[in-house]
């Protein structure tokens, strides 16, 4: 069992990154990573962990990738990496993004490759401005699409990742359905989506003419936000709306995407279709890619208006590649998995919900479910110092968990993961609810 103080080289590391790097975002326990093997995380003493990470949904695959995919990858950098893709040719993003469009509906016909997630959503932005010559986009509030400058103003799930970087795009924010918490007040199903009544009501009649929006970025599931499970009825009136107004839809799938919820494309779940999807994370098999797919019948763009130094590069597309094959290989006992084990945690972490006061909500799709802490069930009040309590917890007796939005765990093991580790990472949540549970003084009084 990892002990609950770190070591004086644990220590060492941490104090160094401190006086060598800018800040960025921490977690609230020091994990310093060795090495991964399938359900396992290892820290630079040899330490094990349980891991519900897939260190930022990227190895949705067993942490480290399967051996196929490390394989490509070291095939590939043997012979040449970079390739400078955007001024040359090379076989090898040609043939990931023929493969790739197999994955998507009928009708998708064009890839861009780039670096990130931000990268991908800042294609989808400037793309989507290009196709439809209208300057205004949509954006959801508690969204996160990345952190660059473009990206980030769509952005708008954190008042610290914005301020001091304005002004920004022309980006307009309206309400999500974040249903335990509903902007309105109101509640499901009784609400009559006034969320996508106010978008069309207020937004689109009082403060932008629908003729000059271009696009909707939306999240199937919100990932940074608080891993948000919307209705289907919401992201089909989205859909409704971008249809009507001539106005296209960008799923972003960075985080939702490659098989995390049971489909390859998160948006699949709702029954509606995307005019663009920005992909990332799982995709490269734990190298860095970006991916941004449009709809063919937008067409292409003018040479020049859009490239990259390092997109496609050759190693990330041989990671790229070689996922992807497994991914298709897999792809049935992959839906089993995300089904199978996502009901498996979802039952666990309902029953949770029952016992203790400081479980508010549990939701989620497939293996991408967000557990949101609160003070007490009545109140509803964010258990900001709950949430940190847990984690730290959690890390202690062996499991590495990861935050989103305000106080909400998310629960995103590699598919992967067997059951028996599966099982034990969710006592160790458990008995870490439990204690702080008892902690709380309002909880259970």
Partial sequence: MPSSEPSKKVRSIIERDRKALLKTTRLPYPFVVSHGDG?????????????????????????????????????????IMHAA??????????????KLLTMFPKGFGRVFFSNSGTEANEAALKLSKLFTKRQYTLAF??????????????????????????????????????CYRC???????????????????????????PKEVGA???????????YVVPPKEFVKGIREIATDNGMLLVSDEVQAG???????????????????????KAAGGG????????????????????????????????????????????MPTLREYSSGKGKLI??????????????????GIGMMIGVEIVTDKSSKDPGVRQHEEILKLCFEKGLLLMPAGTSTLRIIPPLTISKQSLEKGLDILEDAVKTVNSRTPRAGA
């Fill in 85 to 98: 893709f955007y001024d040359f040719h090379a076989e090898e993003p040609v043939e990931y993004a023929e």
């Fill in 141 to 178: 509030y508690s969204s996160f699409h990345g952190r660059t400058l473009g990206s980030l103003s769509l952005t708008a799930s954190r008042t610290r990742q914005r301020e001091h970087f304005g002004p920004f795009n022309s980006v307009v924010h309206v309400p999500y359905a974040y």
């Fill in 346 to 363: 979802m039952k666990r972490l309902n029953e949770m919900k029952e016992r203790y006061e400081i479980v508010g909500d549990v939701r």
């Fill in 258 to 280: 490659y098989m995390r919820t049971g489909k390859f494309l998160a948006l699949d779940n709702f029954g509606v279709e995307a005019d663009i999807y920005t992909m990332a």
């Fill in 39 to 79: 359900d396992f995380a290892y820290d630079i003493d040899g330490k094990r962990y349980i891991d519900f990470t897939s260190f930022i949904a990227v190895y949705n695959f067993g942490v480290g990738s399967p051996a196929s995919v490390r394989k490509a990858i070291s095939r590939q950098a043997e012979k």
């Fill in 216 to 226: 909707i970025f939306i999240e199937p599931i919100q990932g940074e936000g608080g």
């Fill in 183 to 209: 902007p309105f007040g109101k509640e499901y199903p009784s609400c009559g989506m006034a969320c996508v009544d106010y978008i069309k009501k207020q937004v689109l009649t009082e403060e932008l003419s």
């Fill in 287 to 330: 190298l860095p890619i970006g991916i941004t797919v449009v709809r063919h019948s937008l067409g292409d763009i003018p040479e020049g208006a859009h490239s990259n130094t390092f997109g496609a590069n050759l190693a990330s597309i041989a990671g790229a590649n070689a996922t992807l094959d497994y991914v298709k290989k897999n």
